[in-house]
């Protein structure tokens, strides 16, 4: 059974730091790609950060760009992202999931529960 678990998330000040975890079981995180997503309050889910399969190969939103990284711990099955220099306009609910584009995550539907972050100013 394919599971991802999100956590990490919480409330930070502008300028501060967060790292977030995905947790998965039911497959070897090597295997697949994953990704980060977030969903801002009446906004649309948008790709935040992804790791690759393989290689470990990562790619980032341009919004995020310098100041997150996504990495992963193959030992403990996990993926992280670390973000600093956090923003308000950063506050979401954080998802993480198989695949690396909407289009991906959606037809494979594995997601993470979420996770919320919010930026204060």
């Known amino acids: 059974d394919v599971q991802l678990q999100a956590s990490g998330g919480g409330l930070v000040q502008a300028g501060g730091s967060l790292r977030l975890s995905c947790a998965a079981s039911?497959?070897?995180?090597?295997?697949?790609?994953i990704g980060w997503f977030r969903q801002a309050p009446g906004k649309e889910r948008e790709e935040v950060a992804c790791?690759?399969?393989?290689?470990?190969?990562?790619s980032y939103a341009l919004s995020v760009k310098g100041r997150f990284t996504i990495s992963s711990d193959n030992a403990k099955n996990t993926v992280y992202l670390q973000m600093n220099s956090l923003k308000p306009e950063d506050t979401a609910v954080y998802y993480c999931?198989?695949?690396?584009?909407?289009?991906?995550?959606?037809?494979?539907?594995?997601w993470g529960q979420g996770t919320l972050v919010t930026v204060s100013s």
């Open positions: 039911g497959f070897t995180r090597d295997d697949y790609a």
């Open positions: 790791i690759s399969s393989n290689d470990g190969s990562s």
């Open positions: 999931a198989v695949g690396c584009n909407m289009a991906i995550a959606t037809m494979l539907n594995y």
